[in-house]
C-alpha cells in the first residue's frame, strides 16, 4: 500500500486483516483536511463495528484522525455534522456511498480519497451491490487515479478473478499465512430412521442442540431462514425458560435497537446464545462466542466456514462449528460439508454483466452528482469488469431511457430525468433529484410493514404479504414472541401480547437455498463410495465419517430398496400409486436448477404423447407424476436431455412471461420508474406490483425493443433457474447410462420427493396419516 498499489487480502477469519490494510491506509495519511480514506462495508451490523475498530488505534498512531460511520442507521444529527465537514475516514456502505454521489458538490468532497478499502468483498461481487461498487471506484478514479483500492475475504474459490474484478488488471493479491484450526462436527440424532423428510429430525434435535449449548460459554445458533430463527428461539426457551433474558434472537427484521441491543450482549459476554440468520454471518468481532451451531445444512462451503469463523475469532484460537442435521440425508451432507471445507474447495462468485437497471440508475447519480459528459462516462463506466463488454448502442439506449423514457414513455415528464445543458448532461427537475436520491439503491425486497405495538414501541418490519392474509385476533410469532393482530393502519401493523401459546410463523420471501455445486459434488463423492462399501465385500465395514456410520440404515434402505445414486449412472426410480405413475430422478444439481429440469423434462415428453404432470424438487433430485404411463427408455435420452435449443425449450416449458414480470418488477425499481414513496408514506405492496406490471405491459406492446425486458428474462434463466449450471447438467445426465428401478414402495431418495409435494396439498394431519400408511 506504502507503494501505490492495489489488490486483494485473502486470509482467515480473525487474523487480523482489518488492521493489516488500516495501517496501510494510515501510512498514506496527508495534512490535507476532508476525506482521505472510505471502507466500504457490506452491512449496517458490520458498520458500527468496523468504526470502533479503526477508532482503538488512533490516539497513539494518528491523534488528529477521527473516524465516522455513515449508514442507514446514521442519526441525523450526525449526518448533519458530517455534511458540514466529513472526518477523514468513513465507513459507509455502497448504498451511502451511491447517495454521497448524487451530491451537486460530490466532487470536491469525495476528489481527495485516496486509499477505499472494500470489507467482505465476497458478500458483493457477485450481485448488483457489487456493480455499484464498480461504478462508484470508477468514479473516483477519474477523479483521483492514483487512487489505491484494497478488498479483504476470507472464504473466496476464485481469489485472482474476484481480485481483478475489484481492483483491475496489476493489481496484488496478498495470501495469509495464519494458520487456523477449524473444528467441523456433527450432533447426531438418537435414531436417525431408514427414512426421512425435510425437517423429520427438528424435534430430536432439540434436546442435543440444549445440551451442546449448557457446556458451551457463548454460542451462535445460526439457521438460514429468519422463520426458521424465530421456530428455534422458541422451541429453546420452551426447552429451558430459565434461558429467558440470556438466549436472543437476532435477524434483519428486527428493529435497530434491539439488534444493537443483542450484539452489545454477545460482546459483553452477557448472553448464553443468540439464535440468528446470516444478519450475522459477517466478520463483526464477538470475542466470547466459543461455538456456533449450524441448523440443517448450510448449503455451501463459503458459508459454512463464514459462520465459523464467528467462534474463535482472534488469531491462535480455533473456530468450531457443529452441524445439527434436521433429516438424515443432512448428515450425509454434513460429511461432504466437512471434506469440502478442509480440502479448501470454497464457491467461487462472479460479478454479473451489463445489468442495465444499474447503469440506468448510475446516469442519473453521476447527472446530479456535477453531470457528466457522454463520451467520458461512456469510458469510465467501460472500465469496470462488470460493463467491460458494453456496446456504444447499449450506453445510448440507456441514456436516451432517462432522458425521454424510451420510445413509450416520452409523453411523462416525470421519466425525463435528465437534459443536456452547454454539452453536460443534468437533472433539471428538484423533484425527480429528490425522489432518485430516497431510493438511490441495488436492494429490493417486498414491501415491508412496520410493526408496533398498541401502545406505541416499534418491535421490527415485517412482509406485507403476509400480513395480508392475517384477520383481527390472528396470532403469529414474531422477535421471539406470539403477537395478536389488532389493525392494520397506514402502512404499520399494530399488535398486543398474544393471549395465546402458539401462532403462525411468517415465512419470508427467498426462504429456500440451493445446494452449491461444491458441496452436491463432495455429497456425491460419498455417495459413490457408500454403494461400493454396500455393494462390495467390505460391506461390514464401517464408514469412516461418524456421519455416513448414523445414515447408514437409510443409506442400507435405500440400497435394498433400489440403488445407491451415483455419479457415473443416472438412477432413474419408477413407482406406481393412486395419485399416478411417478418418475424418480437424482441429478445432484441443487433445487433452482432442479425446478428448470423437471418443467423441461415434462414439456419434452409432453410433446411426444399428451399428458397430466405435477412436480416435485428438493437438492438431490426431482420427481415427474403423470397422470397416464410415461414411456421412457434409452432411447429417448438424446431427446429429453439434449441441449440444442435449450433457451427456447426453457422459456417455452415455463410460465416464463409471469416469472419475467416479476424480476422486472425489481428492474423497475432499481431503474427508477417505480417509486416506492416518501419518509412516513410508503407505497403499498400491491400499488409497487400494479405500477411495475403496467411498464411491463406497455414495453411489450408498444416498446418491444427495450432492453430492460430483455434483462428480466436473462436475470430469471441466469439467477432463478442457473440456466449454465442447467446446460451443464444437461451434457452430463445425456453422457450417462441409464439405471431403471421400479418401486414396489418409495425409496428414502424418493419419499422427500414426495413429502415436498404432499406439505403443498395436505393439512398437517392429512399428512401425518399418509406418512405413517407409506412408511408401514
Known amino acids: 500500500m506504502a507503494a501505490g498499489e492495489s489488490g486483494l487480502l485473502h486470509a482467515t477469519t480473525g487474523s487480523g486483516k482489518t488492521y493489516a490494510v488500516w495501517m496501510g491506509a494510515l501510512q498514506r495519511a496527508t495534512a490535507a483536511p476532508g476525506l482521505q480514506v472510505l471502507w466500504l462495508t457490506p452491512m449496517r451490523a458490520l458498520a458500527a463495528d468496523t468504526t470502533a475498530a479503526l477508532q482503538a488505534p488512533l490516539p497513539e498512531l494518528a491523534p488528529q484522525w477521527t473516524v465516522g460511520a455513515r449508514t442507514g442507521d446514521t442519526p441525523s444529527a450526525e449526518r448533519a455534522r458530517q455534511d458540514r465537514r466529513l472526518p477523514p475516514a468513513l465507513v459507509t456502505t455502497p448504498e451511502s456511498l451511491s447517495l454521497m454521489l448524487t451530491r451537486e458538490n460530490a466532487r470536491s468532497e469525495l476528489g481527495g480519497v485516496h486509499t477505499v478499502v472494500v470489507d467482505e468483498w465476497h458478500e458483493l461481487i457477485g450481485n448488483k451491490r457489487g456493480v455499484q461498487v464498480q461504478l462508484a471506484l470508477a468514479r473516483l478514479k477519474r477523479w483521483n487515479p492514483k487512487l489505491v483500492v484494497w478488498g479483504l475475504s476470507a472464504t473466496l474459490g476464485n481469489v485472482d478473478e474476484a481480485m481483478v474484478t475489484l481492483c483491475g488488471a496489476g493489481a496484488r493479491r496478498v495470501q495469509g499465512r495464519v494458520d487456523k484450526t477449524l473444528l467441523i462436527d456433527t450432533l447426531l440424532p438418537a435414531e436417525p430412521g431408514r427414512f426421512s423428510w425435510g425437517g423429520h429430525l427438528g424435534a430430536q434435535m432439540l434436546q442435543p442442540v440444549v445440551d451442546a449449548i449448557e457446556r458451551s460459554g457463548t454460542a451462535l445458533v445460526f439457521t438460514n431462514t429468519r422463520s426458521q430463527a424465530e421456530l428455534w428461539y422458541q422451541l429453546l426457551l420452551e426447552a429451558r425458560p430459565d434461558w429467558a433474558g440470556i438466549v436472543a434472537l437476532h435477524h434483519g427484521s428486527l428493529d435497530k435497537h434491539v439488534r444493537a441491543w443483542v450484539e452489545a450482549g454477545l460482546k459483553e459476554g452477557r448472553l448464553k446464545a443468540v439464535v440468528a440468520t446470516s444478519s450475522l454471518d459477517l466478520g463483526v468481532d464477538f470475542l466470547p462466542v466459543e461455538r456456533v451451531l449450524q441448523i440443517g445444512s448450510a448449503k455451501g462451503v463459503a458459508r459454512l466456514l463464514q459462520r465459523a469463523g464467528r467462534s474463535g475469532h482472534a488469531p491462535g484460537r480455533p473456530s468450531r462449528v457443529t452441524l445439527v442435521p434436521t433429516n438424515t440425508l443432512e448428515l450425509v451432507e454434513a460429511a461432504a460439508a466437512r471434506r469440502a471445507a478442509l480440502a479448501g474447495r470454497v464457491e467461487s462468485r462472479h460479478s454479473p454483466s451489463k445489468p442495465l437497471d444499474v447503469l440506468v440508475q448510475h446516469l442519473v447519480t453521476v447527472a446530479l452528482g456535477g453531470g457528466f459528459v457522454a463520451e467520458d462516462l461512456f469510458d469510465e463506466v467501460k472500465t469496470t469488469r462488470a460493463y467491460g463488454d458494453l456496446e456504444r448502442a447499449e450506453f445510448d439506449w440507456a441514456l436516451a431511457f432517462v432522458e425521454r423514457g424510451g420510445d413509450s414513455l416520452t409523453a411523462y415528464p416525470e421519466y425525463h430525468r435528465v437534459a443536456r445543458v452547454d454539452g453536460v448532461w443534468r437533472v433539471p427537475d428538484r423533484g425527480i433529484a429528490r425522489r432518485h436520491r430516497l431510493q438511490v439503491g441495488t436492494i429490493v425486497s417486498d414491501a415491508a410493514m412496520v410493526v408496533k405495538w398498541l401502545g406505541g414501541g416499534t418491535i421490527g418490519t415485517i412482509e406485507e404479504g403476509f400480513i395480508a392474509r392475517l384477520n ?109 405413475h411417478h418418475l424418480f430422478l437424482y441429478p445432484f444439481a441443487g433445487r433452482n436448477v432442479h425446478i428448470g429440469l423437471a418443467q423441461l423434462l415434462a414439456w419434452r415428453l409432453a410433446r411426444r404423447q399428451p399428458n397430466t404432470f405435477s412436480l416435485s424438487v428438493n437438492d438431490y433430485g426431482l420427481e415427474i407424476l403423470a397422470a397416464k404411463p410415461v414411456v421412457l427408455d434409452e432411447s429417448l435420452q438424446a431427446t429429453l436431455f439434449g441441449s440444442q435449443g435449450l433457451l427456447a425449450d426453457v422459456l417455452a416449458s415455463l410460465n416464463s412471461g409471469a416469472l419475467a414480470q416479476r424480476r422486472f418488477r425489481e428492474i423497475a425499481r432499481v431503474a427508477g420508474l417505480v417509486f416506492s414513496g416518501y419518509p412516513g408514506a410508503p407505497k403499498s405492496m400491491r400499488q409497487l406490483q400494479a405500477s411495475s406490471s403496467l411498464f411491463f405491459e406497455v414495453f411489450r406492446k408498444y416498446d418491444v425493443g427495450n432492453r430492460l425486458l430483455g434483462q428480466a428474462e436473462r436475470e430469471v434463466l441466469a439467477q432463478e433457474l442457473e440456466v449454465d449450471r442447467l446446460g451443464d447438467t444437461l451434457r452430463h445426465l445425456a453422457s450417462l447410462p441409464w439405471s431403471f428401478v421400479e418401486l414396489a414402495a418409495p425409496s428414502p431418495f424418493a419419499l422427500p420427493l414426495l413429502v415436498e409435494r404432499l406439505r403443498e396439498q395436505l393439512s398437517t394431519e392429512k399428512l401425518k396419516d399418509r406418512l405413517e400408511r407409506l412408511l408401514a
Do not use: C
Open 472 to 580: 383481527k385476533g390472528d396470532h403469529f410469532v414474531f422477535a421471539g414472541r406470539v403477537l395478536e393482530y389488532v389493525r392494520t393502519q397506514d402502512m404499520t401493523v399494530y399488535v398486543r401480547v398474544g393471549s395465546k401459546k402458539k401462532g403462525v410463523v411468517p415465512a419470508w420471501a427467498g426462504g429456500k437455498m440451493p445446494l452449491s455445486s461444491e458441496l452436491a459434488d463432495a455429497v456425491q463423492t460419498l455417495l459413490n463410495g457408500a454403494a461400493l462399501v454396500l455393494g462390495g465385500p467390505q460391506a461390514q465395514q464401517p464408514f469412516s465419517d461418524i456421519e455416513m456410520q448414523a445414515a447408514r440404515p437409510m443409506l442400507q434402505a435405500q440400497a435394498r430398496l433400489s440403488q445407491l445414486p451415483q455419479r457415473d449412472r443416472l438412477l432413474v426410480e419408477r413407482y406406481t400409486s393412486r395419485e399416478g
